[in-house]
Structure formats: structure tokens, C-alpha cells
């Protein structure tokens, strides 16, 4: 396929519509038509200290068209696989839930909406945050489909129940999904350091059946072995809170956490969950353009979409 280099538009990151990775846009939920739905979730009233998750879809969308320009699919000389070949792959953009303000009930029912229509198209929703507490309502549209395995990554276990009667704030989102009969378990990936979780919910949550390990920890055990902790063959709903990766690659967050994953670390588990099961649902959280000056956690955010879905796409053949 022509890249489009010597005629037609050049159409470089700048210009144009800036969707995610300058996939076609679709408005009209009743007329998806594609294997993966990029969706904004550009909500950020459950934060509990820096606001400014509600810019994450937008500096992510702006982001991805660095990796969007003329080589019809992205080579990859290390694995030997073009991944997102533009003649195979179906990505469209259906833009936003509608945010309410002030109201996280009337937002997150927004979401969880956008969702249930991806779904009900048959595809893979990836849905860009937003704090983390869009993941409630992620997970929540799942309810009517088969069982799900969450993986996460993070800095923060996430698993308040309560507190002074906030169950839908950032704190919250592991507890929530860990509590619906079509979750099966937890896998929680690089939880450290000063957390956003007392002794007691870490209780809860290994009662409840998560398995949580911190950066360290997996560095120790390497990869391959974190994977085999992993239930084989399952349906798995992936949500990466982009404050995982160590502030040094990632400043652009409301909740920064020193300790965190580099790049490939997060890549090959990834790879690996393509691999190991089914990914039937990823959103990535906590983008904040306001402390980004630079760009680099958005830019960070985008390619770790692409490379992820270009990926599940390949499993499937697609």
C-alpha cells in the first residue's frame, strides 16, 4: 500500500482532525462499525487532591497523531510484525461521554452508556481518562457480558470503600469492580509506596481475590513469572493509571509516585496478557496536561495505547 509520501495529502501530525491516531471519527453510536472504539472519558471530580485529568483525552488524542503519519501500520524490526496494517486495521474515534458538572452519578452513567454501545457493536472499547474513578463505570457496563479478569497498573491499590460517603471517587474504582459477581479477580501491578489504601483494604482486597504486587516485587520475579500469576485464558479488562509509570517518563499526573515502571516493563506485560488471554477492554487514566509542560506523559500515554492494541489486533489476526 502506497504511503503516500509521493501524491495525495501529506498530512502531517499537525494538521487535520485531531482524533486518536487520526482514526476516522464516528458521532453516531448506532452506527459503529470497527474492531476497536477509542472513547474520552474527560472527567476528574472523584480526584482527592490535583485536578486536571479532565484534559487526558485531549492531550492523548493530540499525542497520538506523532504516530499516525504515512507508514501505513507501525513496523517493528525487533518483533518482525508491522502492527496496525492500514489495510486490516478498524479503529474509530466516537469522541466523548458527556460530562456533567459537579454531578459524578450523571457523568459516569454517560460512560457507562458510551461503553455499553461499544460493546453492543461487538468491539474492544479503549477509554481514555479522566481520573480513575472512570473505570466504576467501565467496568459497570460489562455487567451483561461474560466474566472479566482485571489487570491493573498503578501506583495506588484503589480499594476505599468508603469515605465520608464517597464510594465513586479515584480511590475507590478496585474496590467497586472487585465487589460485581462477573469479576473474577484482581491482578494489581506496581502498587507502592505512600498509597492511597490503609492496611485494611490491602486485607480486603486479597480476601476479595486480588493478587497485588509492587514494582519491585516484579522486578524480582521477572516477567514470564508475574505472567504465569496471571489466570490463563481469561477474558481480561486492562486499566493502566499512567501515574504506574515513575514520574521520571511521566510528570504529566495528578498523583505522581516515585518508584514507578519504565516503558518496556510495562510493554512486555502487555504483550504478554495478548498473549496469555483475551483483552476485552482497556481504559488508561489520570493524563493531566497541566503538569506536563513537555508532553512527554501524554506522548507516553499514546504510544503505550498503540502498541498495546496493535498487539491485541495481531493475536487476532487482524
Not at 97 to 103: G, L, N, P, R, S
Not at 162 to 168: T, W
Request: contains cysteine; hydrophobic residues 40%; negative net charge.
Amino acid at each position: 500500500m502506497a504511503h503516500g509520501y509521493e501524491s495525495g495529502r501529506l498530512d502531517l501530525p499537525f494538521v487535520g482532525i485531531c482524533t486518536f491516531g487520526k482514526y476516522p471519527l464516528q458521532l453516531d453510536w448506532d452506527k459503529i462499525d470497527a474492531d476497536v472504539v477509542i472513547l474520552g472519558a474527560p472527567f476528574d471530580l472523584g480526584t482527592q487532591w490535583r485536578s486536571g485529568a479532565r484534559s487526558g483525552p485531549r492531550a492523548i488524542r493530540e499525542a497520538s497523531t506523532l504516530f499516525s503519519f504515512g507508514h501505513a501500520g507501525a513496523y517493528d524490526h525487533e518483533d518482525d510484525v508491522t502492527y496496525l496494517a492500514a489495510e486490516t486495521t478498524r479503529i474509530v474515534d466516537v469522541g466523548d461521554a458527556d460530562m456533567i458538572h459537579t454531578d459524578t452519578e450523571g457523568s459516569h452513567a454517560n460512560i457507562e452508556y458510551a461503553v455499553r454501545k461499544i460493546l453492543a457493536a461487538g468491539a474492544l472499547p479503549v477509554v481514555l481518562g479522566g481520573d480513575h474513578s472512570v473505570n466504576i463505570p467501565c467496568i459497570e457496563a460489562f455487567s451483561e457480558q461474560e466474566p472479566i479478569h482485571i489487570v491493573q497498573f498503578d501506583a495506588h491499590l484503589d480499594f476505599v470503600d468508603e469515605r465520608h460517603g464517597v464510594r465513586r471517587g479515584h480511590g475507590n474504582p478496585l474496590r467497586r469492580a472487585a465487589e460485581k459477581p462477573y469479576v473474577t479477580g484482581l491482578t494489581q501491578l506496581g502498587i507502592r509506596n505512600v498509597s492511597s489504601t490503609a492496611r485494611e483494604g490491602y486485607d480486603a482486597a486479597r480476601a476479595m481475590g486480588s493478587d497485588i504486587l509492587s514494582v519491585r516485587q516484579i522486578r524480582k520475579l521477572g516477567t514470564e513469572a508475574v505472567l504465569a500469576r496471571i489466570p490463563a485464558g481469561k477474558r481480561y479488562y486492562v486499566t493502566i493509571d499512567i501515574d504506574g509509570f515513575d514520574p521520571s517518563i511521566a510528570p504529566g499526573t495528578g498523583t505522581p509516585s516515585h518508584g514507578g515502571f519504565t516503558y518496556y516493563e510495562v510493554l512486555e506485560l502487555l504483550d504478554g496478557l495478548t498473549q496469555r488471554g483475551n483483552v476485552v477492554g482497556v481504559d488508561l487514566v489520570e493524563v493531566a496536561r497541566e503538569y506536563d509542560p513537555a508532553g512527554v506523559t501524554a506522548i507516553l500515554a499514546a504510544q503505550v495505547l498503540l502498541n498495546f492494541i496493535g498487539r491485541i489486533l495481531h493475536r487476532r489476526g487482524s
